[in-house]
């Protein structure tokens, strides 16, 4: 009985080290075949970057609205929706911004209020009306700052002068956010799998620790030195400190999804990229650092 046992422990040991193994394999798989996709939108700019802008938000948004649903709460999808579009339209017409996002919040208030108040049960009225404007807010106006990053301008390749490319001001800037999120997000996940010792916020996101975030933030200062400071013309002591506020944004962004998924009691946003969960699991980071590093470039142009 004693070496039954000792081999039931030891198989069960093999177990969980085989799916975390996996686990890390699918990340891998995903993750390189996802970032060249993304890098390629990068290239393009314009309207190609505002359709996988909006492709990303609508994921997000199915997965965010079917947790919401699950959990009981019903906003008004279809203003949620027109209102994330609203926001992402807006950033491709910089000249009429500020009056599409006027009007088009203004309207979805209104819109939102009245047609909650035909309802025969008012029970959670205000937290549906609440949440059917702030779910565009958390995907779409985050969203928007990746095109407002990127910019208007084409990449160009000069194929007759020896293979060399012109990337405008803009793609280094979304480079930067892009890169320093991946690397944060990766090395945090393998410092704090190998390393971790201290929980940053074990009544949130009990994977997560201060070893991981520290790990991050290496990588993160690392992609904004490459990436900002020849390129951009970025001071070096700068580039760092943009890189230590991406990864701390990063963090932020992670654990704000991970108190949504808590409150809503699941473990992933959905199942689309293996290895990683759902879209709002893989963008969430993102969300808050494209502001960070967009109100940062409005001092470099």
Same mark, same amino acid.
């Given at each position: 009985m004693q070496g039954t046992s000792k081999q039931h422990s030891k198989e069960g040991s093999i177990e969980p080290e085989k799916k975390g193994n996996s686990s890390v394999a699918q990340r891998w798989l995903t993750a390189g075949i996802a970032m060249p996709v993304v890098l390629l939108f990068v290239w393009f700019g314009g309207w190609w970057a505002f359709v996988a802008c909006l492709l990303?938000?609508?994921?997000?948004? $199915?997965?965010?609205?079917?947790?919401?649903?699950? *959990?009981?709460?019903?906003?008004?999808?279809? $203003?949620?929706?027109?209102?994330?579009?609203?926001?992402? #339209?807006?950033?491709?017409?910089? *000249?009429?911004?500020? !009056? $599409?996002?006027?009007?088009?919040?203004? *309207?979805?208030?209104?819109? *939102? #209020?009245?047609?909650? !108040?035909?309802?025969?049960?008012?029970?959670?009225?205000?937290?549906?009306?609440?949440?059917?404007?702030?779910?565009?807010?958390?995907?779409?106006?985050?969203?928007?700052? #990746?095109?407002?990053?990127?910019?208007?301008?084409?990449?160009?390749?000069?194929?007759?002068s020896g293979y060399w490319v012109t990337l405008p001001r803009g793609v280094w800037w979304l480079l930067a956010t892009l890169l320093g999120v991946w690397g944060f997000d990766g090395a945090a996940f393998f410092s704090g799998r190998y390393f971790g010792r201290h929980k940053l916020a074990p009544h949130i996101s009990p994977a997560k620790t201060w070893e991981g975030v520290a790990g991050g933030l290496v990588f993160s200062v690392l992609a904004c030195l490459l990436l900002t400071v020849i390129p951009l013309g970025v001071p070096w002591y700068l580039a760092i400190l943009l890189g230590l506020c991406i990864g701390i944004s990063a963090t932020l962004g992670d654990l704000a999804e991970s108190m949504i998924k808590r409150q809503m009691h699941v473990k992933d946003s959905g199942q689309i990229m293996p290895g990683h969960g759902g879209m709002l699991d893989r963008i969430d980071s993102l969300l808050f650092a494209v502001f960070i590093v967009y109100v940062f470039s409005l001092f470099f142009h």
């Open positions: 990303v938000a609508i994921l997000g948004m $199915i997965e965010l609205h079917t947790m919401l649903f699950k *959990a009981g709460y019903r906003p008004l999808a279809w $203003i949620s929706y027109g209102l994330m579009i609203l926001f992402l #339209f807006s950033a491709m017409f910089p *000249a009429q911004h500020m !009056l $599409i996002l006027q009007v088009g919040i203004g *309207a979805s208030m209104l819109v *939102a #209020f009245c047609w909650l !108040l035909m309802r025969k049960q008012l029970e959670g009225t205000m937290v549906d009306w609440a949440l059917t404007l702030a779910v565009p807010v958390y995907l779409g106006w985050s969203m928007s700052y #990746f095109l407002l990053l990127r910019g208007y301008e084409t990449s160009t390749l000069h194929v007759m």
